[in-house]
């Protein structure tokens, strides 16, 4: 199933509209219009600023506020500098999350240091309050979101034109097995199971690219069911993107227990008893 919707994310595809079609949004950095190899190129020349604002808008702007993409703010000491912390939810610990904003927040008052500058309180992180061995500087937003798509957290200071990526892999959750109904000889042995994070974190970890975003809805007036969708900008039609969203947001049902409750309201011809991808 895994192997299945990867190729489908690498592919294009056509629908017919039921539905209008919004104009995509253009970027100041990215241009709606660029195809996924001028976006790709671009990004490896964006270097990080000083501003943490500006990063912040970067990486938003980049990402489309992806459903599983994390960004959380804090005040480092009482009121010294403002940082943040971006990672992808499903993909890291969340432990060592909270204890990597515990000492920017907290310990960092037992270390001598000079806290009136911004740029000493970042080389104090890099140096006493993170392990060595987990801490990687960079300067561009290619290096971070290398970081961040491995399951490590970034961590940004406002004033400071770099950013530390610190080790933060794991998840805890059942594990995930072959599915019997698509076995696969040569590709990954993983399949999809309930948890929504633990599904996008596996789609993560096999598209690292900072353009797949990933999007959510919920879908049942009964279950309130979160349902998402994901698609890599510059490669998936605009045009198609809009419409799957147009159709999902359609769907008025009581609940949603399984994905062929969705597939029946946004297929093209919902009546064929011959499904159009001549599966069974």
Do not use: C
């Amino acid at each position: 199933m895994l192997k299945r919707l990867a190729q489908g994310l690498f592919r294009g595809g056509t629908i017919k509209s039921k539905g209008p079609v919004k104009k995509g949004r253009r970027t100041g950095l990215l241009p709606n219009s660029w195809d996924i190899s001028q976006r790709e190129k671009a990004i490896q020349e964006i270097k990080l600023t000083s501003s943490l604002e500006i990063n912040l808008e970067t990486i938003k702007e980049i990402t489309d506020d992806s459903l599983d993409v994390g960004v959380r703010r804090f005040k480092i000491g009482i009121d010294y500098a403002e940082g943040a912390v971006v990672y992808i939810d499903g993909m890291v610990d969340s432990r060592a999350v909270e204890e990597l904003i515990e000492n920017l927040t907290i310990e960092v008052f037992k270390v001598r240091a000079n806290l009136t500058e911004k740029r000493a309180i970042y080389d104090t992180a890099k140096e006493t309050l993170i392990p060595q061995k987990d801490v990687r500087e960079v300067h561009d937003f290619a290096g971070l979101w290398d970081g961040v798509a491995a399951g490590g957290t970034a961590l940004l200071i406002d004033g400071v034109n770099r950013a530390l990526t610190v080790e933060t892999r794991g998840w805890n959750t059942r594990a995930v097995e072959e599915p019997d109904s698509e076995t696969s000889l040569r590709g990954p042995r993983e399949g999809f199971v309930e948890s929504l994070r633990t599904n996008t974190s596996l789609i993560r970890r096999r598209i690292r690219t900072a353009h797949l975003r990933i999007k959510s809805l919920t879908i049942g007036t009964l279950t309130k069911t979160e349902v998402a969708y994901a698609y890599i900008k510059g490669l998936a039609s605009d045009q198609l993107v809009e419409e799957v969203h147009f159709r999902l947001q359609k769907i008025d049902i009581d609940g949603v227990l399984e994905s062929g409750y969705l597939e029946e309201y946004i297929e093209d011809t919902p009546l064929d008893p011959v499904p159009p991808n001549g599966e069974d």
